[in-house]
C-alpha cells in the first residue's frame, strides 16, 4: 500500500512525466507541423486519456492484482468472461516493447549527462552540438553501455519492490525538474525566439492535420499518461480506499500536460534562433537545449542537472513499465520479485538493441516507411495502447456494473460520475475507432471525413 493519497499521487505521476512529454512531445509536435497536432493532443488527453486513467486506477483498486489477473477477476465477478486477462496480457507486451526504447533514450540522457559534467556544451554552436549528438549516436557500444546502466537502475528499483524505491525520489525530483524548466522558459523567452516558438505550437493549422497526425497525437496522449497498458492499473492495486481516484487522475493530467507544454515553449524558441529544423526527430532536444545551457549564465552548473533530473523522471516512468511484468511473475508464478524483475529486464535489454542499432548499424533497414525503432515505437504507442485503452474503456464503462463503478469511484451518481461514464462507455471507444478507421484511410475513401 502507498504511505498515503499524496504518495500515490507522486507515483501516478512519477509514471506518467518522463521522457513523453520532455524528450518525445516536442519532437513529435514538431515533426507533424506544431498546433494542430497539440491540440488534437490536447483533445485527447481530455476526452480519451482522463476517462481511461479513472478507469484504470478504479479496475485496479477493485481487483488488487497484476493487471492479467486483475481484468480477469473482475470481469468474472461482473459475470464476464475471464478472456478479458489478455487486456492485460496485451497490455504487458506493450510494456515490453516500450521500455525496450525508452531504456535506450534514457541512455541518451545519461550520456548527456556525463557530457554535460565535463563542460562540452560550453559555447557550443548548432554545429558542434550537432556533431557531438552525430557522433554519439553513431557509438553503438557506448550507446549500448548507457542502455545497460538504465536497465539495472530500474531493474534495482523494481525487484526491491516498487512502493519503498519510488516514494522517496519522486518527492524531490519533481519539484526540481520543474523548476529547472521554469528556469530554462526565462531562457527562451529572453535570450530565443520566443514569439516564433509560441506561434508554431500554439496555433493550429487546421488543414494542416493528416489522419497520420491524429493518430500520433493519440498515441501521444496515451504514451504521455502512461495509460492503455495496464500500468497505473498495477499503482492502483496498492491504493488505499478513501482516496479520490478521480481528483488524483484530474491531478496528474494537469501536471503532466503543464510539463510537455512547457517543453514544448523552451524547445522551440531555441530551434527558430538557431535556425535549426523542428521536424529533426527524436534528436530534437539534444540538439537545442545544450545551446541554451552552452550560452546561459550558470549553464555550465544547471546542464547536469537538469539532465540527471531527466534521467530520474525516466526512471520512475521506467519503473511503472516493468512493474505490471514482474508484478503479474510473482503473483502468477510464484516467483521471487528479484528473479522475476532480472529475467523480465533482460529480455527488454536485449529487445533494446533493435532500437539501439537502428540509430546507427541498421540506420538504413527500413520497411513498412520506418526504421526498427519507428516501427516498434508505432506498433507500441499508435495501436497498442489506444487498443488496450479501448477495451479498458469499454471494461469499465459496460462490463462493470454501475453500481460496482459508482461505489469504487466514489463520487456518488451525480454530474461527474455521469460524464466519467459517458466518456467511458461512449466517446473514449468510438473516438479510439475513429482515429483508427481514419488513419487507415477508410473514412477518407467513403467520403466521410
Ligand atoms: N508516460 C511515460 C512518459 O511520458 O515518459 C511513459 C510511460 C510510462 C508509458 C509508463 C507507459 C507506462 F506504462
Given at each position: 500500500m502507498w504511505s498515503s493519497r499524496f504518495a500515490f499521487i507522486l507515483a501516478v505521476a512519477g509514471s506518467a512525466v518522463g521522457l513523453g512529454n520532455i524528450w518525445k512531445f516536442p519532437y513529435m509536435a514538431g515533426e507533424n507541423g506544431g498546433g494542430a497536432f497539440v491540440l488534437f493532443y490536447l483533445l485527447c488527453v481530455v476526452a480519451i486519456g482522463l476517462p481511461i486513467m479513472v478507469s484504470e486506477i478504479m479496475i485496479g483498486r477493485r481487483g488488487r492484482r497484476n493487471p492479467i489477473a486483475t481484468m480477469r477477476i473482475v470481469g468474472e465477478e461482473e459475470g464476464s468472461r475471464p478472456s478479458w486477462g489478455l487486456v492485460g496480457v496485451m497490455g504487458i507486451f506493450a510494456g515490453f516493447l516500450i521500455l525496450s526504447f525508452y531504456s535506450v533514450i534514457a541512455g541518451w540522457a545519461l550520456a548527456y549527462f556525463v557530457f554535460s559534467l565535463g563542460g562540452e556544451f560550453t559555447g557550443g554552436t548548432p554545429e558542434t552540438i550537432g556533431a557531438l549528438f552525430a557522433s554519439l549516436l553513431g557509438d553503438w557500444k557506448m550507446l549500448g553501455l548507457w542502455h545497460t546502466i538504465f536497465m539495472v537502475l530500474t531493474v534495482g528499483i523494481v525487484a526491491r519492490g516498487v512502493e519503498r524505491g519510488l516514494e522517496r525520489f519522486v518527492r524531490i525530483a519533481m519539484p526540481g525538474l520543474l523548476l529547472l524548466m521554469i528556469i530554462l522558459l526565462v531562457y527562451a523567452i529572453v535570450a530565443a525566439d520566443f514569439a516564433s516558438?509560441?506561434?508554431?505550437?500554439?496555433?493550429?493549422?487546421?488543414?494542416?492535420?493528416?489522419?497520420?497526425a491524429m493518430l500520433e497525437a493519440m498515441g501521444q496522449a496515451f504514451f504521455t499518461l502512461s495509460v492503455g497498458m495496464g500500468a497505473i492499473m498495477a499503482y492502483g492495486a496498492y491504493l488505499p480506499e478513501g482516496t479520490s481516484i478521480l481528483r488524483t487522475s484530474i491531478w496528474v493530467v494537469v501536471t503532466d500536460t503543464a510539463i510537455a507544454l512547457l517543453a514544448g515553449l523552451i524547445i522551440f524558441p531555441i530551434v527558430f534562433a538557431n535556425g535549426l529544423d523542428p521536424a529533426s526527430g527524436p534528436g530534437l532536444i539534444f540538439e537545442t537545449l545544450p545551446l541554451a545551457f552552452g550560452s546561459m549564465p550558470g549553464g555550465a552548473f544547471l546542464a547536469p542537472v537538469f539532465f540527471g533530473l531527466l534521467v530520474f523522471a525516466a526512471w520512475t516512468s521506467g519503473i511503472g513499465l516493468l512493474e505490471p511484468a514482474v508484478?503479474?511473475?510473482?503473483?502468477?508464478?510464484?516467483?521471487?520479485?528479484?528473479?522475476a524483475a532480472i529475467v523480465i529486464g533482460a529480455i527488454?535489454?536485449?529487445?533494446g538493441f533493435l532500437t539501439l542499432l537502428s540509430f546507427n548499424v541498421f540506420a538504413d533497414f527500413k520497411f513498412l516507411g520506418g526504421t526498427l525503432f519507428q516501427n516498434i515505437d508505432h506498433l507500441a504507442s499508435n495501436i497498442l495502447l489506444p487498443l488496450g485503452g479501448l477495451f479498458i474503456a469499454i471494461f469499465a464503462g459496460w462490463v462493470m456494473c454501475k453500481n460496482s463503478s459508482s461505489e469504487e469511484l466514489d463520487i456518488g451518481t451525480g454530474p461527474a460520475y455521469q460524464a466519467w461514464r459517458f466518456l467511458a462507455r461512449w466517446l473514449a471507444p468510438a473516438a479510439v475507432l475513429v482515429v483508427f478507421l481514419h488513419a487507415t484511410g477508410l473514412l477518407g475513401r467513403f467520403g466521410l471525413m
Open positions: 516558438g509560441w506561434r508554431f505550437l500554439l496555433t493550429p493549422d487546421l488543414e494542416a492535420l493528416t489522419p497520420q508484478a503479474w511473475s510473482v503473483e502468477s508464478h510464484g516467483r521471487s520479485r528479484r528473479s527488454v535489454w536485449a529487445l
